[in-house]
């Protein structure tokens, strides 16, 4: 842990609550923080469903919005 804070940017490591940090939990935040793959893609389609479900909020039932959903999603 303080190998890769010397290396790269600043690294915060997990507590657990009780103020110990697993060697596992180091090696994890260490990894996502210097890792060049992230979820973007799958966040703004998370995001974007959501906004189609917000709405058509009280406008249709569930046939409807599935339909909107999988067809927004093919674009």
Do not use: C, Y
């Amino acid at each position: 842990m303080e190998q890769a804070s010397a290396e790269g940017p600043s690294v915060v490591a997990a507590d657990h609550g009780n103020g110990d940090i697993t060697a596992g939990a180091a090696d994890a935040d260490v990894s996502g923080l210097t890792s060049h793959w992230n979820s973007g893609p799958v966040e703004g389609r998370v995001n974007h469903i959501k906004m189609v479900k917000r709405q058509m909020f009280g406008r249709a039932e569930l046939p409807p919005l599935r339909k909107r959903v999988l067809l927004t999603a093919a674009q």
